[in-house]
T-cell receptor, first 116, second 112 residues
Framework: AQTVTQSQPEMSVQEAETVTLSCTYDTSENNYYLFWYKQPPSRQMILVIRQEAYKQQNATENRFSVNFQKAAKSFSLKISDSQLGDTAMYFCAFMKRTSNTGKLIFGQGTTLQVKP | DVKVTQSSRYLVKRTGEKVFLECVQDMDHENMFWYRQDPGLGLRLIYFSYDVKMKEKGDIPEGYSVSREKKERFSLILESASTNQTSMYLC???????????FGAGTRLSVL
């Protein structure tokens, strides 16, 4: 069975600073996807960034980037130039590449507060 | 844009009531999911459906059932609501072979 662990329940960062959210996972699979989802207060959860395990290059989406360490089973999210709109709960998630149903396994979530 | 709509944002029910949570998606997705979100526990999968009338149990199906009579609609049913089912419920959908789930806004259910 796969598990996803986010060990930081809450974090805060000053506006314009950089923050890194941690995620570790456990799996015996070799091919899989990893995701970071963002849930703003009282709003819908949306995808932030996606990493394919067979790709060595770390994914980047504008101010969001990941540090994917496959051997260590670590998948951290770096937010650069933090903005007030980045305040949200962030979830790390895992999906087997062979999954036809798109079934996700989520971590516990990290609440990020961006302070002005 | 994909739209996943949950019928209620907030719901208050009494212990023992039968509760229906409805979810509709407009992207012809085959797969739909119901999650429960609790502080410190993240999202836990209750049930999912990969086709009309097809369903599979997730990690915490006890006390819940589901119905998928039409492709676009996936209902979560609490046969006899209990206080420990007070939670946020999220619906999501995705296409077969696709790897991005699209979420509804959530229903915050309080069982008194």
């Amino acid at each position: 069975a796969q598990t996803v662990t986010q060990s930081q329940p809450e974090m805060s960062v000053q506006e314009a600073e950089t923050v890194t959210l941690s995620c570790t996972y456990d799996t015996s699979e070799n091919n899989y996807y990893l995701f970071w989802y963002k849930q703003p207060p009282s709003r819908q959860m949306i995808l932030v960034i996606r990493q394919e395990a067979y790709k060595q290059q770390n994914a980047t989406e504008n101010r969001f980037s990941v540090n994917f360490q496959k051997a260590a089973k670590s998948f951290s999210l770096k937010i650069s130039d933090s903005q007030l709109g980045d305040t949200a709960m962030y979830f790390c998630a895992f999906m087997k590449r062979t999954s036809n149903t798109g079934k996700l396994i989520f971590g516990q979530g990290t609440t990020l507060q961006v302070k002005p | 844009d994909v739209k996943v709509t949950q019928s209620s944002r907030y719901l208050v029910k009494r212990t023992g009531e039968k509760v229906f949570l409805e979810c509709v998606q407009d992207m012809d997705h085959e797969n739909m999911f119901w999650y429960r979100q609790d502080p410190g526990l993240g999202l836990r999968l209750i049930y999912f459906s990969y086709d009309v009338k097809m369903k599979e149990k997730g990690d915490i199906p006890e006390g819940y059932s589901v119905s998928r009579e039409k492709k676009e609609r996936f209902s979560l049913i609490l046969e006899s609501a209990s206080t420990n089912q007070t939670s946020m419920y999220l619906c999501a959908s995705t296409g077969t072979g696709k790897n991005i789930q699209y979420f509804g806004a959530g229903t915050r259910l309080s069982v008194l």
